[in-house]
């Protein structure tokens, strides 16, 4: 049997954010598209970053009194990027989310973007692929 991976269940739509889009934009977005986070990409469709609802947390701290937070995407968003390959196993990949605070993360090819997988495509793994009969 072959192992699971990553390319046969991740998220092949994934929602994206410009760095020059509005902070308060963002936090609609990802509510809008209930995501915990988006990839961050320039123009030429890298991937420069990430804004997590995390990131988005610290809007909270930046406001006085009763003014609005302001900012864009590239103010807030992680330019750490860690990414997986389509091609890896979703076993390590479960190793992987053991360790870190993440709980999606980009899948990039060649450079590309193709998809974003997350902690609840990994329980799809398991319940296809270890669930027992009765």
Do not use: W
């Not at 979703?90 to 998809?115: C, E, H, Q, S």
């Amino acid at each position: 049997m072959a192992l699971p991976l990553v390319r046969d269940y991740m998220d092949k739509v994934v929602p994206t954010l410009s760095p020059d889009t509005a902070i308060l934009e963002a936090v609609d977005f990802l509510l809008s598209h209930h995501v915990t986070g988006a990839p961050v990409l320039d123009a030429g469709g890298n991937v420069i970053g990430i804004l997590t609802e995390k990131d988005c947390l610290r809007l909270l701290s930046t406001g006085m009194e009763a003014d609005k937070p302001r900012g864009t995407v590239r103010d807030f968003m992680s330019t750490k990027v860690t990414s997986v390959p389509s091609h890896m196993n979703v076993y390590f990949l479960a190793g992987m989310f053991l360790t870190a605070n993440y709980r999606r993360l980009p899948v990039i090819d060649d450079g590309k973007l193709v998809g974003a997988i997350t902690r609840f495509d990994v329980l799809r793994v398991i319940q296809k692929n270890l669930k027992t009969s009765p």
